[in-house]
């Protein structure tokens, strides 16, 4: 399968405890994306890399948000001290901005804090 | 930022009708506009996008349009079929997706 991946699909966390997703984008995309996405809305923005730069980060992604893709390729994103309102599926995405603007996302990872 | 106004939130025609999908956006530096599809508890599928430089384009049963003056784009679906039951959203581009909050289509048979 050579689209975006994301593991794990599914984690359940109690409040306070640390996770962590990892998404692997289209082996030859530059850019890496991640969204996050409540029930009956659209995804929301929360940070995206450039090869390993983070170039951007939301307002949305608070300082228990860390994100990182180290070597250029896979991405990581850790939530510390989870929160019910935490609970979302997190999308990643991926794309080459310079071949085409397209991004394609992952199938997700939906957090349930408990 | 930008802002992206997606409607109408809810949107049921009979199978083989049109349905229209309207977005507003406020960012001028926009230059890309894609289109969503996304099935109960799976991704969101590109389906058909279109760039700042064109005016309109077309798949199959599917369009989208783009009015770069009025800051709007839509999309056209004809001849639904039930298979095109799911939640559409639209997206504006500068460097990051701002999304619609999406509109759920229902086609009876």
């Known amino acids: 399968d050579t689209g975006v991946s994301q593991d794990p699909r599914h984690k359940i966390t109690k409040r306070g405890q640390n996770v962590t997703f990892r998404c692997d984008p289209i082996?030859?995309?530059?850019?890496l994306y991640w969204y996050r996405q409540t029930l009956g809305q659209g995804p929301e923005f929360l940070t995206y890399?450039?090869?390993?730069?983070?170039?951007?980060k939301s307002r949305l992604l608070s300082d228990r948000f860390s994100a990182e893709r180290p070597k250029g390729s896979f991405s990581t994103l850790e939530i510390q001290r989870t929160e019910q309102g935490d609970s979302a599926m997190y999308l990643c995405?991926?794309?080459?901005?310079?071949?085409?603007?397209?991004?394609?996302f992952g199938p997700g990872t939906r957090l349930t804090v408990t | 930022g930008e802002n992206v106004e997606q409607h109408p939130s809810t949107l049921s025609v009979q199978e083989g009708d049109s349905a229209v999908i309207k977005c507003t956006y406020s960012?001028?530096?926009?230059?890309?506009f894609p289109w969503y599809k996304q099935e109960l508890g799976k991704r969101p599928q590109l389906i058909i996008d279109?760039?700042?430089?064109?005016g309109e384009k077309k798949d199959q049963r599917i369009a989208v349009t783009l009015n770069k003056t009025a800051k709007h784009f839509s999309l056209h679906i004809t001849e639904t079929q039930p298979e095109d039951s799911a939640v559409y959203f639209c997206?504006?581009?500068?460097?990051?997706?701002?999304f619609g909050a999406g509109t759920i289509l229902r086609v009876k048979s």
């Open positions: 890399f450039q090869n390993e730069a983070q170039l951007e």
């Open positions: 995405a991926s794309s080459d901005p310079g071949q085409a603007p397209e991004q394609y």
């Open positions: 960012d001028s530096a926009s230059n890309y």
């Open positions: 279109i760039r700042s430089n064109v």
């Open positions: 997206a504006a581009r500068v460097d990051k997706l701002v």
């Open positions: 082996s030859e995309h530059n850019r």
